[in-house]
């Protein structure tokens, strides 16, 4: 029996990843994943959203794979390059 490829799309680490919001009133925006509220709940920030801190469901965005938000090293908390 073949196997088709597998891909990893819900990948548990994606703090810190650039987010693109596929569902809701946010639909089109990018994102950075800031924290984990629980298991399907993870607040978003940075980009489109600028300071704003909002919460979305993992089912409401995808992982964005193609570019890594730059965010100035002033606006990160704790102004480590190791928080990045």
């Known amino acids: ?7 990893v799309y819900n990948s548990p680490r994606i703090l810190g990843q ?5 569902r809701g009133p946010h639909q089109g925006k990018l994102g950075m994943v ?7 709940h993870f607040t978003v920030t ?5 300071d704003q801190h909002i919460t979305f469901e993992r089912g409401e965005f ?4 193609h570019r890594k ?3 100035p090293i002033d606006r990160v ?4 390059p190791n928080v990045i």
């Open 77 to 80: 908390i704790g102004k480590s």
């Open 62 to 65: 995808l992982v964005y794979r």
């Open 46 to 50: 940075h980009g489109d959203f600028g």
């Open 34 to 40: 800031r924290k984990q509220v629980d298991d399907d």
């Open 1 to 7: 029996m073949a196997v088709g490829p597998t891909f």
């Open 69 to 71: 938000m730059r965010i």
């Open 18 to 22: 650039t987010v693109f919001i596929k």
